[in-house]
């Protein structure tokens, strides 16, 4: 049974660099079909596409984040990143790795997701 | 890029009760949504996907219908379970958005 599972630190200082984690196990992250994304939610909030990354180190982003964000993978480790730059209070959220079935276009398996606090 | 808009965003109901969201996307997205449920602190869960279809495990009280622009989720019997917030959902490869959720509660 895949599952993937997020780490990263809890607490970002403005403007610093949000940096998370995604490790996949159960099933090979370089498995054809299978996009590896981030998902946000603010407090009480609805939910956000950040982007998505394919095993060739493709990626697609959300344009609302412009040029703050990247996401790479590294298969070897069986693990995929996002990077978000300048973070303010408004990056302030529960963030989601998730796979995402290309047949599907539907984010299938996700992480329990991890909380990030952007302050001071 | 294409908006999704759920509606409504708060639906009161009873236990039984069938219960009908409404998702609207900006343009066609021929069958391309799908829909998620999401309890308080957890992650979301897939239900369906390309419009109608059920994913597994899902009971089959939950139903997708729809094509273009517009699309439904139905629960046909409301059940304890089922009071959380529902996600709509279109992806493309390049290209992702959420409806803003609904939220279905106790009556």
């Known amino acids: 049974q895949l599952q993937v599972e997020e780490s990263g630190p809890g607490l970002v200082k403005p403007p610093e660099t949000l940096s998370l984690s995604c490790t996949v196990s159960?099933?090979?992250?370089?498995?054809?079909?299978?996009?590896w994304g981030w998902v946000r939610q603010p407090p009480g909030k609805g939910l956000e596409w950040i982007g998505s990354?394919?095993?060739?180190?493709?990626?697609y982003y959300n344009a609302s984040f412009k040029s703050r964000v990247s996401i790479s993978v590294d298969t070897s480790k069986s693990q995929f990143y996002m990077n978000l730059k300048s973070v303010t209070a408004t990056d302030t959220a529960v963030y989601y790795c998730?796979?995402?079935?290309?047949?599907?276009?539907?984010?299938?398996?996700w992480g329990r997701g991890t909380m990030v606090t952007v302050s001071s | 890029d294409i908006q999704m808009t759920q509606s409504p965003s708060t639906l009161s109901a009873s236990v039984g009760d069938r219960v009908t969201i409404t998702c609207r996307a900006s343009?066609?997205?021929?069958?391309?949504l799908a829909w998620y449920q999401q309890r308080p602190g957890k992650a979301p869960k897939l239900l369906i996907y390309?419009?109608?279809s059920l994913q597994s495990g899902v009971p089959s009280r939950f139903s997708g219908s729809g094509s273009g622009t517009e699309f439904t989720l139905t629960i046909s019997s409301l059940q304890p379970d089922d009071f959380a917030t529902y996600f709509c959902?279109?992806?493309?490869?390049?290209?992702?958005?959420f409806g803003q959720g609904t939220k279905v509660e106790v009556k």
């Open positions: 990354v394919y095993h060739s180190g493709s990626t």
């Open positions: 959902h279109h992806y493309t490869s390049y290209f992702g958005a």
């Open positions: 390309k419009a109608s």
């Open positions: 343009q066609s997205i021929s069958s391309w």
């Open positions: 998730a796979r995402l079935l290309a047949d599907l276009r539907a984010f299938d398996i």
């Open positions: 159960g099933d090979s992250i370089t498995t054809s079909g299978y996009y």
